[in-house]
């Protein structure tokens, strides 16, 4: 006679019809196939091995598949928990039996008569996914322990702090704006080749276009379709907010091969604010660091260096490579060394050092400082001592 609590948790089970079909799984394919027949593996594995009615096996790829189990397992479920009891004993054997039948819903239901009937079962507590406050000694739904930590659930089951789920919200809202933003841009510019309406739409859009969401894609623009003028583009960069399109202008600066370009990108550096001006310098002095870039950055420099970056481009004056002479090399020559060891070296020409002059960091030395000592950077650096160095003053005397 099954107890009281058996009743209330079989009744779903025990009023579903059984149909001819009871004993059959049902495997729904990714790809809007089915297949009928027993799941031999319903719990692990890569793949999942099915056997048909006529004993065929077939594997799939688990990710591939969706399995709706026969109603088989759950009839012999009904006969084993009307056999049992009310006991603890009784629950963890049904507990077992619904695992290995991959029952995992009725395992839990189990696992909370479990904890009912001995509150001090922790390895239920925790298959229950609860967990304990140490400072009550009750245990807790993990949403609950969360919540209390300052914790909200987020995408795929993942827990967040408050600050990291408002941010996550406030760059997915940016992301879908962004977007939004970029394709009108893109209808607009499919406009401009429409009918007299559409041109006129299109038209009154990139007149009033500032919006910043779309920088990144006139950049790209700017960059890739050749189907514009690429003046085009850079108008419309020009029209955005000069503090958000500020790396952009930057980029083409230094990069772009067209010097029309480039000069137009400093002409608008030079005429933005000051906060505009020290982003630029700030990467344009970066990269001088660079010997392979630093003729374009110091030509970048010259319409706004200030003093502070004499030194910098001073130490930019020379930069050295070692260049290895063409030609077939030449014999191996063996040589006995102080240790007593055999040595062989190449009997062809060695690597030179080649000394490289930057001309364009030269010229816009010369024309931030009004000096002129060619590349001799010795000489360079005795004017800038002598001209930037600070008073010594001698503090250990008073001054009466």
């Not at 960069?237 to 952009?248: D, G, I, K, N």
């Amino acid at each position: 006679m099954a107890s009281p609590y058996f009743q209330f948790l079989l009744v779903g089970l025990a009023t579903v019809g059984v149909g001819p079909a009871a004993s059959a799984d049902v495997i729904e394919l990714r790809d809007g196939g089915v297949i009928v027949g027993k799941v031999l593996n319903p719990q692990g594995g890569q793949t999942v091995r099915i056997e048909t009615d006529d004993g065929t096996i077939i594997e799939l790829d688990r990710k591939l598949t969706k399995i709706h189990a026969s109603m088989e397992r759950e009839l012999e479920y009904i006969d084993k928990a009307k056999a049992r009891g009310d006991s603890l004993e009784d629950h963890k054997a049904l507990v077992e039996a619904c695992v290995n039948e991959g029952l995992q819903t009725l395992a839990n239901a189990h696992r909370e008569r479990i904890v009912e009937l001995d509150p001090s079962d922790r390895q239920s507590w925790d298959l229950l996914k609860y967990f304990k406050d140490e400072a009550s000694g009750k245990w807790l739904r993990r949403e609950v322990v969360m919540y209390r930590r300052g914790k909200v659930k987020g995408d795929k089951g993942r827990w967040y702090t408050w600050q990291e789920k408002a941010l996550m919200d406030l760059d997915r809202k940016y992301t879908e704006q962004r977007v939004a933003a970029e394709k009108e841009l893109q209808q607009r510019l499919k406009g401009l080749t429409g009918n007299a309406k559409q041109q006129s739409e299109a038209q009154a859009y990139f007149q009033n276009l500032n919006n910043p969401l779309v920088i990144t894609k006139l950049l790209k623009l700017f960059r890739e379709d050749r189907s514009q003028d690429r003046s085009f583009y850079f108008q419309l960069l020009q029209q955005m907010p000069p503090q958000a399109v500020a790396p952009a202008i930057i980029s083409i600066a230094l990069e772009d091969a067209d010097m029309t370009f480039v000069n137009s990108a400093l002409d608008y550096l030079e005429s933005s604010d000051e906060l505009v001006q020290e982003m630029a310098l700030a990467s344009f002095a970066a990269r001088l660091k660079d010997k392979k870039k630093r003729e374009r950055a110091a030509y970048c420099m010259a319409p706004i260096a200030d003093e502070r970056f004499i030194g910098m481009l001073i130490d930019s004056l020379l930069s050295t490579d070692l260049v290895v002479p063409a030609g077939p090399p030449g014999a191996l020559n063996a040589g006995v060394g102080r240790d007593g060891g055999v040595g062989f070296s190449s009997g062809g020409q060695q690597p030179q050092q080649r000394v490289n002059q930057h001309k364009n960091v030269l010229a816009t030395l010369t024309q931030l400082t009004g000096q002129n000592f060619g590349f001799d950077v010795q000489a360079w650096r005795v004017w800038f001592a002598q001209t930037y160095a600070y008073e010594n003053l001698d503090l250990r005397r008073d001054e009466y």
